[in-house]
């Protein structure tokens, strides 16, 4: 009985070694999967909340995935691969408005303006909207944000998207500023650092920063399905509490701080260049002070969609938004 106690006991110290979360140094922390649209210096609050060990401090052990694009975050979500996602909201309105029982709802909002730059080819280039005309871009997929913001700042500037220039819309994310390096198209839409990426290699040069010329839009909120909420609210709550202490660090910051915060999350990048990026969005306040999505913006989006012949039905806010989490976390 003596010996068929101890191999009893072995076995349950093996299991407890084992088992997920119950390692030595995670603690009793909670596992959350986190799918991102991209990875990009624009997201700086998040990677200073992951490097800051701010999610940790919340009791959450965040795991990060580049989806590649805000279609494949919203697929991760739904089959439940990702328990939330960071994308333009615009998606979870095509969830929605396609009639799916299970929707997604926007908790919390991290950007205020578009993140992407359109870069040109002639580096001699004295930029002007008008200069456009005719010419060939490399856009974004049919429906995301990025295209949709892009194609707003046409209108904005008298330019027809459908007749004023061609624009290329077959090329994956994430492989657009390859396809311009190979000479594809006079103006490419790129977020960073591939913008500044081309720069350096003498490809190109920005010619404009589509989140200036925007103005203000919810460009990219953290997203989950209702049933996650609503089975798993403190950690909703908890997660909005760590990305809201990544705002505060942001706007209390230098670049140069925020830079040499978020450099695990970019070891390819030097630090020079990764400030540089980082500056370019701090100086246009590319991130909000709080997480809260307001009816207004959200309306706004809707009025771009709508404007771009993407939807015919607009969403109820109070349905696809919920503040409850992002006020508390003020």
Excluded at 289 to 312: A, Y
């Amino acid at each position: 009985m003596k010996r068929k106690g101890i191999a009893v006991l072995a076995i349950l110290l093996l299991v407890a070694v084992f088992l997920p979360g119950c390692s030595k140094g995670d603690g009793n922390l909670t596992k959350v999967q986190l799918n991102e649209v991209a990875h990009s210096m624009f997201y700086a609050p998040q990677y200073a909340a992951i490097e800051l060990g701010y999610f940790k401090d919340e009791g959450l052990d965040v795991k990060l995935v580049n989806g590649l694009g805000a279609d494949k975050t919203m697929t991760a979500v739904l089959s439940g691969d990702a328990d939330i996602g960071f994308m333009g909201p615009e998606a979870t309105i095509y969830v929605y408005n396609e009639g799916k029982e299970d929707y997604v709802v926007n908790f919390a909002q991290l950007t205020q303006r578009a993140g992407n730059f359109l870069v040109t080819r002639d580096k001699n280039e004295d930029f002007t909207w008008d200069n456009i005309k005719g010419k060939t871009v490399i856009g974004g997929r049919a429906g995301g944000m990025p295209e949709m913001v892009f194609e707003y700042i046409l209108k904005k500037n008298g330019i027809d998207p459908k007749t004023d220039l061609n624009l290329v819309q077959n090329i994956d994310f994430g492989l657009t500023a390859q396809a311009f390096a190979a000479g594809n198209g006079d103006y490419t839409i790129e977020f960073e650092p591939a913008a500044t990426a081309l720069e350096k290699e003498g490809t190109g040069k920005v010619a404009a920063s589509l989140g200036v010329e925007s103005g203000k839009v919810p460009y990219t909120v953290y997203s989950a399905k209702k049933s996650y909420i609503d089975k798993h609210p403190e950690v909703i709550q908890k997660f909005t509490n760590a990305i809201q202490k990544g705002l505060d660090y942001v706007n209390s910051h230098k670049p140069e701080e925020i830079a040499k915060t978020i450099q695990p999350q970019f070891k390819e990048t030097d630090p020079d260049t990764l400030t540089a990026i980082v500056k370019r969005y701090y100086d246009q306040q590319t991130w909000k002070e709080n997480t809260v999505l307001k009816e207004d913006n959200f309306t706004l989006l809707q009025d771009i969609l709508e404007d771009g012949g993407v939807i015919s039905t607009r969403a109820p806010y109070d349905k696809l938004v919920t503040t409850v989490y992002a006020e508390k976390a003020k």
